[in-house]
């Protein structure tokens, strides 16, 4: 497999599993997914916010890269989040349509990037506003890593709440 094909993976993996744990956390009630449960980010819908808050960030930053990308162009719309632990969705249902939005925008701007494109290093501002400057492939790596260490958070956490979310392995995905 190579690079593209790795990202393209990702990308499902990422829209898969997302689908899992919303149609898990779909069946609590606002309450439950609001609840304190001492996690990093307090609650299921805590965390959940989380991840889609972080992937917006890394992907208007992914959206400045020399390229262009086009299919991060509905991004520019959208504010940057200051601080990535704030409920910027207040319940399940508005945060369920960003998160389907935000995984059709990941599988289409995946399926754009040209393995050209992973050679570059990307300038970016970390959320302290200190400029910085990585390899964007690398970059690729943590961004969809981030995304599988606190969709792990949030799988325990529906556990914990007596929900299954069923199988979270990438091997699944895997011919």
Do not use: C
Not at 57 to 76: D, E, M
Not at 150 to 175: K, N, S
Request: charged content about 20%; proline content about 2%.
């Amino acid at each position: 497999m190579n690079r593209i094909e790795h990202i393209g993976l990702m990308a499902s993996y990422n829209q898969w599993m997302n689908r899992k744990l919303y149609d898990a956390a779909s069946t609590l009630s606002d309450a439950q997914l609001s609840m304190d449960r001492q996690a990093f980010f307090g609650s299921i819908l805590g965390t959940l916010n989380h991840l889609a808050l972080g992937d917006t960030v890394w992907l208007k930053r992914f959206a400045q890269h020399p390229v262009g990308y086009p299919a991060l162009a509905p991004l520019s719309a959208i504010a940057t989040p200051v601080d990535l632990k704030q409920l910027a969705f207040a319940n399940i249902r508005e945060l369920a349509t960003r998160r389907a939005w935000l995984d059709q925008l990941i599988i289409d701007w995946a399926q754009s990037v040209q393995e050209s494109d992973l050679d570059h290093r990307l300038h970016y501002h970390n959320m302290r506003g200190t400029a910085t400057d990585k390899d964007f492939f690398s970059l690729l790596v943590h961004f969809f890593n981030h995304q599988t260490h606190h969709r792990g958070q949030a799988t325990t956490l529906l556990t914990q709440a007596g929900l299954d979310v069923g199988t979270t392995d990438l091997l699944a995905l895997i011919d």
